[in-house]
């Protein structure tokens, strides 16, 4: 891995950083019967741009590129022998951010773009395209107390129809109070509509697109210092 910090004078300061090898997950829930013969990423490589201004405004890129492969055997039909099948997926990640601070204000941005190329043994190929972005803005009305709002958005593919199952849009409110200098209390409040990348085993394994469109989060949440 590189890690460097370039100053820039009167331009302020260049961060990069770029990395590559691979990556050591849990393997993946496989179908009932089927036994998994291999699960890795054989590579993995990316890397980070931020550049500070000297007027408050950071602005950043970032880039990944891996692969998972996963070879497992699965059943045959009635009669038939086990086979064995390949998937193979590249997949081709970048991220651009920006964060503006001036006195008590802070806002901030980000908008990522996920590309995977899904080949599977006797399948045609297919692709996933997925989009996200968010808004945010904080502001320090005390040294204890800072309100804030921000709007996210979740597209899980471009390429197929807005249906509920298939985006997520979150309105949300927060409060955050440091009681201390080591211990602080966060309020936020959601109006989200949408239901993508909601596990189904938080709501009685009731698939996505049967759920509720439009739904309300409340939460609380603290972190203590040490």
Request: without cysteine; charged residues 20%.
């Amino acid at each position: 891995m590189l890690n460097r910090y370039r100053g820039l004078g009167a331009a302020g300061g260049l961060e990069y950083r770029f990395y590559g090898g691979t990556l050591f997950s849990d393997a993946p829930a496989i179908p009932p019967g089927a036994v998994l013969n291999r699960y890795d990423v054989p590579y993995l490589a990316g890397g980070r741009v931020l550049w500070e201004t000297p007027f408050g405004l950071r602005l950043g890129g970032s880039a990944l590129a891996l692969r998972l492969n996963t070879n497992l055997t699965v059943p045959g039909a009635a009669g038939s022998p086990p086979m064995t099948a390949e998937e193979d997926v590249p997949f081709v990640l970048w991220l651009a951010s920006a964060e503006y601070s001036v006195r008590d204000l802070l806002l901030a941005g980000e908008f990522g773009h996920w590309h995977a190329d899904i080949d599977i043994t006797g399948r045609p190929e297919t692709s996933i395209t997925n989009e996200r972005f968010y808004a945010m803005a904080t502001y320090r009305a005390a040294a204890w107390f800072w309100p804030g709002v921000y709007y996210s958005s979740l597209l899980s593919d471009i390429h197929k129809p807005l249906t509920r199952d298939n985006y997520q849009h979150d309105f949300a409110a927060t409060l955050r109070i440091d009681l201390n200098p080591y211990w602080l209390v966060k309020l936020e409040g959601h109006y989200i509509d949408g239901t993508t990348d909601v596990p189904p085993a938080l709501n009685g394994d009731t698939a996505p697109e049967m759920l509720a469109r439009q739904w309300f989060l409340f939460l609380i949440k603290t972190t203590a210092y040490f």
